[in-house]
């Protein structure tokens, strides 16, 4: 095992993270980077077993870090969630609102809990926390590029499905308004808007060589983005870097939404 000593001059040293949906995809990079970068790391998943195979990779590379199921559905489990980064580190620093679903295979209802009321609920009560330390903070939510705009796609009408598009606008006013309350706090919020990023969640549409084609050759930069890449900009926005960033939103896109 690395030694710790290899995180003690990270961009998040000394700090405490939560990330939620952090057994895969863009969670799962975001919480290694953090750890990379000194953050105690508690990585949350519905998928138990995930989140613990996170976790136990961040320590294997030296960092610390820690995991627990987490349903971000349920108001009580979010609050669990970051009461158990106090209890185990004495304060929460960071929160990442990461945890989405979208997919003909999920219900307008099953997405809106998951996109939104999750992303509304762990902002509630990070703020609350934050502010009852008095310390400050950064939350960062992850919308889409599905957020500022809409999507017509090969397959037809809807897009990636009115849910998910509903769910991710919805994600960058509660983080402007979040942003707001705040900012009196020296606590800021901000949203990711990612574009067609290599994850599990893209997984299905891949399988669709005309909407593979549709989806490289959509944006200028000619090619999907990684995990790796939102990673680095959730990294920005919760560190120090970002100490007047609040209230908005940052396109990750390839140049997608500029078209």
């Known amino acids: 095992m690395a030694s710790r000593e290899t995180n003690n001059r990270g ?19 975001i919480s290694t980077v953090f750890g990379r970068e000194g953050a105690r790391v508690m990585a949350s998943d519905i998928n138990e077993e995930s989140a613990a195979a996170v976790a136990a990779q961040i320590e294997d590379a030296g960092g610390e870090a820690r995991s627990l199921r987490t349903d971000t559905t349920s108001e009580e489990d979010v609050k669990g969630a970051i009461q158990a980064v106090v209890d185990a580190w ?19 209802e099953q997405v809106i ?17 934050m502010i009852k330390q008095g310390e400050g903070g950064a939350i960062v ?11 017509t796609t090969p397959v037809g009408p809807g897009g990636v499905g009115y849910a998910y598009h509903a769910s991710k606008h919805a ?3 509660l983080t402007r308004q979040f942003g707001l309350d705040g900012a009196p706090h020296n606590i800021r919020v901000n949203a990711l808007c990612p574009g067609w990023i290599e994850t599990p969640l893209l997984a299905p549409l891949k399988m669709s060589e005309e ?3 549709w989806m490289i050759e959509g944006a200028p930069m000619g090619r999907l983005g990684g995990a790796d890449e939102i990673a680095k900009a959730a990294l920005f926005l919760a560190s ?14 390839g140049g997608w939404t500029a078209r």
């Open 211 to 213: 909407l593979t084609k």
């Open 90 to 108: 004495g304060k929460v620093d960071i929160v990442v609102n990461n945890a989405g679903i979208g997919g003909p295979q999920y219900s307008w």
């Open 141 to 151: 939510n992850l919308s889409s590029m599905m957020g500022i705009s809409g999507t």
């Open 11 to 29: 961009r998040l040293e000394g700090k405490t993270a939560l990330v939620t949906g952090a057994g895969s995809g863009i969670g799962k990079a």
């Open 171 to 173: 994600v960058i006013g």
């Open 113 to 129: 809990a998951v996109n939104e009321t999750g992303v509304y609920y762990g902002c509630l009560h990070s703020l609350i926390q």
């Open 240 to 253: 120090d870097d970002a100490s007047f960033v609040t209230a908005t939103h940052l396109v990750i896109d």
